[in-house]
């Protein structure tokens, strides 16, 4: 099992960046991928970001290709998202999310995610 705990999330001005980290527990850390989601109020999950189990491969939904920027430190069993050049679109709740699978790029599909936190709320005003 995993657990995984999100912190970060706030109000911020549009132009101004928000760091997310999401703590993990439970099974090794070094063994599988996270990813980080987000959900608007009456949309559906969205793909923002992925690190493979090693660091080695990561993604971005091209919506925050150049702004957003994922990383792991296994040391510390956390995963952040240092998200700059905040937009009001960008304002949802982030999820983060593990995936035990092994592969090299994991999936963008949030229902291959096998394990998922409770949410922080970003919110951008303009």
């Known amino acids: 099992q995993v657990q995984l705990v999100e912190s970060g999330g706030g109000l911020v001005q549009a132009g101004g960046s928000l760091r997310l980290s999401c703590a993990a527990s439970g099974r090794a850390f070094s063994s599988y991928a996270l990813g980080w989601f987000r959900q608007a109020p009456g949309k559906e999950r969205e793909f923002v970001a992925f690190?493979?189990?090693?660091?080695?491969?990561?993604n971005y939904a091209d919506s925050v290709k150049g702004r957003f920027t994922i990383s792991r430190d296994n040391a510390e069993n956390t995963v952040y998202l240092q998200m700059n050049s905040l937009k009001p679109e960008d304002a949802a709740v982030y999820y983060c999310?593990?995936?035990?699978?092994?592969?090299?790029?994991?999936?963008?599909?949030?229902?291959?995610?096998?394990?998922w936190g409770q949410g922080t709320q970003v919110t951008v005003s303009s």
């Open positions: 690190i493979n189990w090693s660091g080695g491969s990561t």
């Open positions: 999310a593990a995936d035990l699978s092994l592969s090299w790029n994991p999936s963008t599909r949030p229902y291959e995610y096998d394990y």
